[in-house]
């Protein structure tokens, strides 16, 4: 087996948050737990909000078996497209980073999403449906970019729409779509993007959201406590887990967000576990 898969989503420029997931990562205790990291996967939005960009991108790039997917902030910074990118502060050291350039080689040829065989599992930014099937008429450029798999967020309305945000989707739409990468049932949609956990399985024609069913746990790595949902993944279902935000730095002066989010997908006996992991950051205590 090649080793459990370490998922993290919405860095958001936020260096410090991701240094200290990883130190969580690669303690002995959480290796005793999930089993060795043999990979990892960055869902994307590596960029904006946050303040240090140079040093985010300089981390990732130390991570041995890093798979890394695009998100929207990320195409917006690449491309000098406006969303909103945060406060002033963040803005300069973007801007500043883009003009000193160095990011271009991180970037090169990175995919909208990424499918583990292993583990039956698609990691995709917002959302995997194929944007040529859900286009409706003529688009222009910034309305097609919308309904992209960078853009696409699970809807929370029962129906599916396009707007300002994105293209929302069903998680019925996000199954169906799927379904053909694999040979049967079993199959794991991780993605991130809205910030907030979500959690959602498919079993014959039946959808639930499961998220207030996962068994709750929490445990001690170093001084930080870290906060457990876990679901066993019957091979007779789907599931479809959205990350919360990994980098809160970009909302912490304006919301007092500081909690990590991240995840980790598991194996033991040939059977395959998914944790939603966070805990609390300590923002005083993370070095800048």
């Not at 994105?166 to 379904?179: D, I, M, Q, W």
Request: aromatic fraction near 10%; include cysteine; hydrophobic fraction near 35%.
């Amino acid at each position: 087996m090649a080793g459990s898969i370490l998922l993290i989503s919405d860095i958001h420029a936020d260096a410090g948050a991701l240094d200290a997931i990883l130190r969580v990562a690669g303690d002995d205790k959480f290796s005793e737990r999930y089993g060795n990291i043999g990979k990892v996967i960055n869902l994307g939005d590596v960029m904006e909000r946050g303040y240090l960009p140079k040093e985010t991108v300089n981390r990732l790039k130390t991570i041995k078996n890093l798979i890394s997917i695009l998100g929207n902030h990320d195409e917006a910074f690449l491309n000098s497209k406006a969303v909103t990118k945060g406060d002033a502060e963040s803005i300069r050291a973007h801007d500043l980073y883009r003009n000193r350039s160095g990011y271009q080689a991180f970037f090169k040829g990175m995919e909208k999403y990424h499918i583990d065989r292993e583990y039956r599992l698609l990691a995709v930014h917002g959302g995997p449906l194929d944007p040529l099937k859900i286009y409706h008429g003529d688009f222009g450029e910034d309305e097609a970019w919308l309904h992209s798999r960078t853009w696409q967020r699970i809807t929370t309305s029962g129906s599916e729409y396009c707007d300002s945000t994105g293209y929302h989707y069903l998680p019925e739409s996000a199954f169906n779509s799927v379904k053909k990468y694999f040979d049967n049932n079993g199959f794991v949609i991780v993605c991130g993007h809205e910030h907030k956990e979500a959690a959602y399985r498919q079993t014959g024609d039946e959808v639930e959201d499961i998220l207030h069913l996962m068994d709750k746990d929490s445990f001690v790595i170093g001084n930080r406590r870290i906060d457990e949902k876990k679901i066993e993944i019957d091979e007779s279902s789907n599931y479809l887990i959205r990350l919360g935000i990994a980098g809160p730095a970009g909302y912490y002066r304006r919301y007092g967000w500081d909690r990590c989010y991240f995840g980790v997908i598991s194996k033991t006996d040939k059977r395959r576990s998914l944790s939603m992991l966070s805990f609390q950051l300590g923002r005083d205590l993370v070095p800048p």
